[in-house]
T-cell receptor, first 114, second 115 residues
Framework: DTAVSQTPKYLVTQMGNDKSIKCEQN?????MYWYKQDSKKFLKIMFS???????INETVPNRFSPKSPDKAHLNLHINSLELGDSAVYFC?????????????FGPGTRLTVT | AQSVSQHNHHVILSEAASLELGCNYS??????LFWYVQYPGQHLQLLLK??????LVKGIKGFEAEFIKSKFSFNLRKPSVQWSDTAEYFC?????????????FGQGTTLQVKP
């Protein structure tokens, strides 16, 4: 009964490859997010979808493309992976509206690009 | 642009010591404030949050934080830390006017509690 789940947990791949990370939430939330945590543990938002609509799109290379097939899923596809993409990627979800903007985070996907 | 600053990058305490982690933000409008904790190898968990009302908020595991609007601060406190509090602590801010739930995180504070 995991609230926010991500697959895979670890991903090791070579430069130039294309990879995807999947995220699913069973909380009934309408908004989902992708964050990147770098080697210094700094967390920065990348994207957010509300009811399958992109609402946050930070300055991220266009090699990163989020896809939300439904409001319970938000996947992250990365083309032409680079060494600098190595990081932990966290998915999160929340219910917007009112004051309940608490975000629930997934366990993270540690991406290592060699 | 909004930003969040956590003054202490690495804090080392002995068990039973008191803890205070500083957090300041830069934004002139109304904000929602959060403290998240990340235990080693785990995901972020919410410790506490402030939306409105009493500026002194209590969270899980004996943590509390005080919102001081005039100082743009939201410091985290615990009177007596335990070894199990060893973790990374993140302060985060959401600007209510954004209507997007976007969180701006501080750079985090690593807390190491010695038994």
């Amino acid at each position: 009964d995991t609230a926010v789940s991500q697959t895979p947990k670890y991903l090791v791949t070579q430069m130039g490859n294309d990879k995807s990370i999947k995220c699913e939430q069973n909380l009934g939330h309408d908004t989902m997010y992708w964050y990147k945590q770098d080697s210094k543990k700094f967390l920065k938002i990348m994207f957010s979808y509300n009811n399958k609509e992109l609402i946050i799109n930070e300055t991220v290379p266009n090699r990163f493309s989020p896809k939300s097939p439904d409001k319970a899923h938000l996947n992250l596809h990365i083309n032409s992976l680079e060494l600098g993409d190595s990081a932990v990627y966290f998915c999160a979800s929340s219910q917007t509206g009112g004051l309940l903007l608490e975000q629930y985070f997934g366990p993270g996907t540690r991406l290592t690009v060699t | 642009a909004q930003s969040v600053s956590q003054h202490n990058h690495h804090v080392i305490l002995s068990e039973a010591a008191s803890l205070e982690l500083g957090c300041n933000y830069s934004y002139g409008g109304t904000v929602n404030l959060f403290w998240y904790v990340q235990y080693p190898g785990q995901h972020l968990q919410l410790l506490l949050k402030y939306f409105s009302g009493d500026p002194l908020v209590k969270g899980i595991k004996g943590f509390e934080a005080e919102f001081i609007k005039s100082k743009f601060s939201f410091n985290l406190r615990k009177p007596s830390v335990q070894w199990s509090d060893t973790a990374e602590y993140f302060c985060a801010v959401n600007a209510r006017s954004s209507n997007t739930g976007k969180l701006i995180f501080g750079q985090g504070t690593t807390l190491q509690v010695k038994p």
